[in-house]
């Protein structure tokens, strides 16, 4: 039997191929991203009584109506937004079946989709399984931001979409309104759909603001906004998500997600509407921010360069530029095999492979963890 290629991808992600090499090496893992510590009882207590109280059967395909209403009236308290529950939001599997869902719903062979690297690595597998290519176009070193005209140049009559993601994974970079306002003038006049993941929403730092994709008015009525209750309330395996759509694309939605997972998990979609209007716990922006100011006042005693601290997200990037001039794929696996802790290389976020000597810590990790991973790195220098 020979497989069809569905995509240009070869081998496992670079996160279970460094998740394995930590654990066969008793190295520390700040290389996937996921936190270590425990979720707030409130939510598992809520998780398993939704089980116990008999809600284990088939929840409704768009999701349940009390989730749904609960999601959108956070949006319409922390944004001011307002989103129609029955037509607009659909409860998902996670994030990365939220994109895949939405590709699916508007791409055929040949389409174009532009995508900026480093980039999450599901999104060009994703597009190239629809039979259509994605585009990569780089942004700007050291601070990881769009340069709109590189973007400008890489449309052409055939692209379907632009996918874009912010707070962003790996290099922590924030979009601010102008970058939404300079989207907006290169679509406008095309029937060009924003995909907009936006699964660190809740994780800015320092004061910052997140610009939602559905704040723009404009951008709005073409997009597809995508979220993940994981990196919220710190439940990545869950894996549950959402997509907020207007009612026309969010039909499309429905019409592949009906066939692919047709509905998600009952008991966790009762825990997250529990939680959603009952949460207590400090803010998740607040105890991420500790983490990173603590891992960047630590990381300041080891070798590594940081160029700029994160604005948002899980990550942090670094440049070893003092320690060696290794490739960084070379580079995270001696750090993981002689030295005990798990990274991840930048490049595996580009899909040729740019090595600009960076790699990317996950600091969503409980504080005696991050101590002892930089004692590790202490003795690089
Ligand atoms: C940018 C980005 N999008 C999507 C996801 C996936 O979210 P989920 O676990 O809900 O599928 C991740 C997870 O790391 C991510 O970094």
Excluded at 100 to 114: K, M, N, Q, R, W
Excluded at 121 to 148: C, Q, R, T
Excluded at 149 to 175: L, M, Q
Excluded at 187 to 209: C, H, M, P
């Amino acid at each position: 039997m020979t497989f069809p290629q569905k995509h240009s991808a070869t081998g496992t992600t670079i996160f279970t191929v460094m998740s394995a090499l930590a654990q066969e090496h008793n190295a520390i893992n700040l290389s996937q991203g996921f936190p270590d510590f425990h979720i707030d009882t409130e939510l598992s207590q809520a998780l398993g009584d939704a089980a116990k109280n008999g809600f284990n059967q088939y929840a409704p395909m768009p999701g349940l109506p009390a989730l749904r209403q609960a999601i959108a009236a956070n949006f319409n308290t922390r944004y001011g937004v307002t989103i129609d529950p029955d037509n607009e939001i659909t409860i998902t599997p996670g994030a990365t079946y939220a994109i895949y869902t939405a590709f699916t719903s508007i791409l055929t062979p040949g389409d174009e989709v532009i995508v900026l690297e480093p980039a999450y690595d599901s999104y060009i597998p994703n597009i190239e399984m629809n039979g259509a290519k994605a585009v990569p176009v780089s942004l700007s070193a050291p601070d990881f931001h769009v340069d709109w005209n590189r973007v400008k140049d890489a449309i052409t009559p055939r692209t379907k979409a632009i996918i874009i993601n912010t707070p962003h994974n790996p290099s922590g970079a924030i979009w601010n309104k102008s970058d939404w306002d300079q989207l907006a003038d290169l679509v406008r006049n095309t029937d060009i759909v924003i995909l907009s993941d936006e699964v660190y929403e809740q994780l800015v730092f320092d004061g910052a603001k997140h610009y939602s994709v559905l704040e723009h008015e404009e951008l709005r009525q073409r997009s597809f906004a995508l979220y993940s209750f994981g990196k919220v309330y710190n439940c990545t395996g869950w894996k549950m998500g959402y997509c907020i759509a207007p009612p026309a694309y969010t039909q499309a939605f429905r019409r592949i997600h009906q066939f692919l997972s047709f509905t998600v998990n009952t008991p966790a979609q009762y825990a997250l509407t529990h939680i959603l209007g009952n949460d207590t716990a400090t803010p998740v922006n607040i105890v991420m921010q500790q983490k990173r100011d603590h891992f960047l006042s630590l990381i300041k005693q080891t070798p590594f360069t940081i160029h700029t601290p994160a604005k948002g997200s899980y990550f942090q990037v670094a440049s070893y530029e003092r320690i060696s001039d290794m490739p960084d794929m070379e580079f995270t696996q001696w750090l993981t095999k002689e030295h005990g802790v798990a990274t991840i290389p930048v490049s595996a976020f580009y899909s040729n492979k740019k090595d600009d000597k960076l790699i990317r810590f996950c600091f969503a990790k409980k504080e005696e963890t991050l101590d002892a991973a930089v004692e590790r790195l202490i003795k690089l220098g």
